[in-house]
């Protein structure tokens, strides 16, 4: 039997297939503190990761896709933490399969762990265990959301249930981000260069 796929998008979701322009800026910081959201606007043209991501986005320029926009390297509060590259096609709707989500991810067994239905939850928790210093600053991030010690406590039993060799609260997230940022970055400029 092929698979067949169902899209629940909305007028919203719609909008962002069509895509945005390509132009700068290309960096960009999500929660500036002590005067980093102006260093990075501020930061000139020839500074290594504006030309990086100039390079990258001028050759995407000419290319088509869904969602189609430009690459934008996000920090988090510094530009010595986070890092990652976002694009507008990480923006596509959810795909459903038979009206299913089509899961296919850690979460969903966490999920089934903790007897919890939200995916959206146990995502939350992992990237608030992964990037906070600590379980207290992790829980503390958690309430400012407020999304519920308990399933906090619950949505953690089960990861290290299912996961007993996982470190969290070691702030190892946002290392992780900017690791992938610049290997991301790396691997497109090579292929620039090669083509």
Request: proline share 4%.
């Amino acid at each position: 039997m092929p698979l067949s796929y169902t899209y629940n998008w909305s007028l919203e979701d719609l909008k962002v297939l069509r895509g945005t322009e390509v132009k700068p800026p290309y960096l960009l910081l999500n929660e500036g503190e002590d005067g980093w959201r102006e260093i990075v606007a501020q930061l000139p043209k020839g500074h290594p990761d504006n030309a990086d991501l100039t390079k990258i986005n001028e050759f995407l320029k000419d290319h088509a896709w869904a969602c189609k926009g430009r690459v934008v390297l996000k920090y988090k509060h510094s530009v010595f933490q986070s890092g990652r590259l976002y694009t507008d096609h990480q923006q596509l709707p959810d795909r459903r399969l038979h009206g299913e989500d089509a899961g296919d991810s850690l979460y969903e067994d966490i999920m089934g762990l903790a007897g919890q239905r939200s995916r959206d939850l146990v995502k939350s928790f992992i990237t608030k265990a992964m990037g906070a210093y600590s379980r207290e600053a992790a829980h503390s991030s958690w309430n400012r959301d407020a999304l519920g010690t308990s399933n906090f406590r619950e949505i953690e039993a089960a990861t290290m249930t299912r996961f007993p060799m996982l470190k969290l609260y070691d702030d190892w997230g946002i290392h992780a981000h900017n690791l992938e940022g610049a290997i991301l970055r790396d691997v497109m400029l090579q292929g620039l260069q090669s083509r």
